[in-house]
């Protein structure tokens, strides 16, 4: 994969809600610290909640879950219920809400974990293993009482569908150049790399798409051999992801058959000078192997790979029906309804 790093820091400035969402290294030094009851889960490692949202699952249903799992480890419980609690508290203040508001929501959160913790204690395992939050239950406790709000609602889920669809995704993305097509640039988010910056487009990225093919489920490799590299473009993305290289890259099976990957780099989690090393040498496979997991569904294309330059890669699918919160304008009521249900998601 390319040397460039496409960086985006002016969000980071916005506000404490906006640090706070890239500074999970600084998080995870403070939660070193705290104390720790000794049990370990596959933690998120970045529990913030606008890091929860809605996407599709591969039989096309639309469920909530954790959505953001770059930095998943195992480590103490604890550290990703402190995350995002904290993050709650944050949107409080981010939304000027009375100090009183701020803690209620912060303890509506913890005590949803805790009662969603005994519910599942009394559950078979296959029955949690296959529990969802699909995004009706949302959309009807975040909307509540109000028609207007459920169907506002109704119409940003209908929106992220129709964007999600091939059609949409290739016409905003994607044009013609003569026979073959390539992906649009768009800097300074979307633009292509140089023959310097990219060497390997000359041979398709043969090796590192052929580790990404082994990390795959069989079933999933016979789909996948079906389409074949086209281009592949330098793609900036969020606060997350800041320093990091990420990529889309456009696949053809046939003219009018496409799939676009997103392909991001992959560091070691914030978490590990705490938590201990992963045992996955690839941190790309660390992020794959925690993601499904954690996730009640994973993206069907979910694999990774490593770049020529010795990098580690995970991929996915770009833009398959995903979600996320809007919180300006939340009132104290919305908030605790959100975080209630990420706290539910994420004790799962």
Same mark, same amino acid.
Request: proline share 4%; with cysteine.
């Given at each position: 994969?390319?040397?460039? !790093?496409?960086?985006?820091f002016?969000?980071?400035?916005q506000? $404490?809600?906006?640090?706070?969402?890239?500074?999970?290294?600084?998080?995870?030094a403070?939660?070193?610290?705290?104390?720790?009851s000794?049990?370990?889960?596959?933690?998120?490692?970045?529990?913030?909640?606008?890091?929860?949202?809605?996407?599709?699952t591969?039989?096309?249903?639309v469920?909530?879950?954790?959505?953001?799992?770059d930095?998943?480890?195992?480590?103490?419980?604890?550290?990703?219920?402190?995350?995002?609690?904290?993050?709650?508290v944050?949107?409080a203040?981010?939304?000027?809400?009375?100090?009183?508001?701020?803690a209620?929501?912060?303890?509506?959160?913890?005590?949803?974990?805790?009662?969603?913790?005994?519910?599942?204690?009394?559950m078979?395992?296959?029955?949690?293993?296959?529990?969802?939050?699909?995004?009706?239950r949302?959309?009807?406790?975040?909307?509540?009482s109000?028609?207007?709000?459920? *169907?506002l609602?109704?119409?940003?889920?209908? *929106?992220?569908r129709?964007?999600?669809?091939?059609?949409?995704?290739?016409?905003k993305?994607?044009?013609?150049?003569?026979?073959?097509? *390539?992906? *649009?640039?768009?800097?300074?988010?979307?633009?292509?790399?140089?023959e310097?910056?990219?060497?390997?487009?000359?041979?398709?990225?043969?090796?590192a798409?052929?580790?990404?093919?082994?990390?795959?489920?069989?079933?999933?490799?016979?789909?996948?051999d079906?389409?074949?590299?086209?281009?592949?473009?330098? %793609?900036?993305?969020?606060?997350?992801s !800041?320093?990091?290289?990420?990529? !889309?890259?456009?696949?053809?099976?046939?003219?009018?058959?496409?799939?676009?990957?997103?392909?991001?780099?992959?560091?070691?989690?914030?978490?590990?000078?705490y938590?201990?090393?992963?045992?996955?040498a690839n941190?790309?496979?660390? !992020?794959?192997?925690?993601?499904?997991?954690?996730?009640a569904?994973?993206?069907?294309?979910?694999?990774?790979t490593t770049?020529?330059?010795?990098?580690?890669?995970?991929i996915?699918?770009?833009?398959?029906? %995903?979600?996320? $919160?809007?919180v300006?304008?939340?009132?104290v009521?919305?908030?605790?309804?959100?975080?209630r249900?990420c706290?539910?998601?994420?004790?799962?």
């Amino acid at each position: 994969m390319p040397e460039l !790093v496409p960086i985006r820091f002016g969000r980071m400035l916005q506000s $404490a809600f906006t640090f706070y969402r890239g500074s999970a290294a600084i998080m995870a030094a403070d939660l070193a610290s705290t104390p720790s009851s000794g049990l370990r889960v596959q933690a998120c490692g970045d529990a913030h909640l606008l890091n929860f949202g809605g996407f599709a699952t591969p039989e096309r249903q639309v469920v909530f879950d954790v959505n953001d799992l770059d930095e998943t480890l195992p480590a103490p419980w604890e550290w990703d219920l402190k995350r995002l609690t904290t993050s709650i508290v944050i949107a409080a203040q981010y939304l000027r809400l009375h100090e009183n508001e701020a803690a209620r929501a912060a303890t509506a959160t913890v005590r949803a974990y805790r009662e969603r913790m005994i519910e599942y204690s009394s559950m078979r395992s296959l029955d949690v293993w296959y529990d969802t939050i699909p995004l009706e239950r949302v959309q009807a406790e975040m909307g509540g009482s109000s028609d207007k709000l459920r *169907k506002l609602i109704a119409r940003r889920i209908e *929106k992220a569908r129709q964007q999600s669809t091939v059609e949409s995704v290739f016409l905003k993305l994607a044009e013609h150049h003569g026979a073959l097509p *390539k992906i *649009k640039d768009n800097p300074p988010l979307v633009f292509h790399f140089s023959e310097e910056q990219a060497p390997a487009m000359r041979t398709q990225y043969r090796e590192a798409l052929a580790t990404y093919r082994e990390s795959l489920p069989e079933h999933v490799r016979v789909l996948f051999d079906r389409f074949h590299l086209c281009d592949l473009a330098a %793609k900036v993305v969020g606060v997350g992801s !800041v320093g990091t290289l990420c990529a !889309v890259g456009l696949f053809m099976a046939a003219d009018n058959d496409p799939l676009f990957l997103q392909v991001k780099e992959a560091r070691a989690s914030v978490l590990e000078p705490y938590a201990g090393q992963s045992l996955h040498a690839n941190h790309g496979q660390r !992020v794959v192997a925690g993601q499904r997991l954690m996730q009640a569904a994973s993206d069907m294309f979910l694999g990774w790979t490593t770049g020529e330059n010795g990098r580690h890669f995970y991929i996915r699918q770009l833009r398959d029906v %995903k979600i996320s $919160a809007i919180v300006e304008g939340w009132d104290v009521d919305r908030l605790i309804i959100y975080s209630r249900l990420c706290a539910r998601a994420m004790q799962r």
